[in-house]
Each structure stands twice: as C-alpha cells, then as structure tokens.
Nanobody, 120 residues
Framework: QVQVVESGGGLVQTGGSLRVSCAASGSIVSANAMGWHRQAPGKQRELVADITRGGSTNYADSVTGRFTISRDNAKNTVYLQMNSLKPEDTAVYYC??????????????WGQGTQVTVSS
C-alpha cells in the first residue's frame, strides 16, 4: 500500500505566502516524478508544478515566478512554496507521486487534497 498525504493548506490574504507539503509513504521502492495539480470551483483540474527525481521542474505559466516546487528524495516528500498569492490561486491542491512499489509496478498515487484560500 502507498499513501500520499498533503498538509499545510489554509487561508491567506492576497500577496501572502503559504507552503504546502506532501509525503508519500508505504511500500515504496522509489518515488519518481512528484507534483501538484489544483482544482478551483467550477473549473477543471490543472497542473501547477511538477519535479523529477533528479530535480527538473515544470510550472504552469500562471504560477511561474511566484511558486517554487522542491523535494526531499530521502523523505519522498515534495513541497510547494507559494508567494505573491492571488485570489485566483484559490483551489484544492492535489499532490501526486509516481511510485515504483515493492511489486516493481509504477503507478500514480494521488493525495486527498488540501484547500488553499486566498482572500482579497
């Protein structure tokens, strides 16, 4: 079994900062790509940022320059530092991890999501 658990969401004012974290645990050989998607009310889920095990990153245009993704491979944990937050960043943020498990199978696991609300 593999679990992916997010933490760190909450309420912040426009222009503020927030960091969300996500840890993958369980029957893991290695966590490969990890990343964050988000879904705002009435909108489709969209990619926010992702990061390979080697540290290569990719960002949505809407967050480039404001958000930073990083990871700790030893802890199978990924972080998303969000600065200069805007009301349009309000969404449920979902973490994923592409995990090679003990059966030597690779699949994507998702967390339950953490709410980020930016007040105007």
């Amino acid at each position: 079994q593999v679990q992916v658990v997010e933490s760190g969401g909450g309420l912040v004012q426009t222009g503020g900062s927030l960091r969300v974290s996500c840890a993958a645990s369980g029957s893991i050989v290695s966590a490969n790509a990890m990343g964050w998607h988000r879904q705002a009310p009435g909108k489709q889920r969209e990619l926010v940022a992702d990061i390979t095990r080697g540290g290569s990153t990719n960002y949505a245009d809407s967050v480039t320059g404001r958000f930073t993704i990083s990871r700790d491979n030893a802890k199978n944990t990924v972080y998303l530092q969000m600065n200069s937050l805007k009301p349009e960043d309000t969404a449920v943020y979902y973490c994923y991890a592409d995990v090679l498990d003990l059966r030597m199978c690779t699949r994507r696991y998702w967390g339950q999501g953490t709410q980020v609300t930016v007040s105007s």
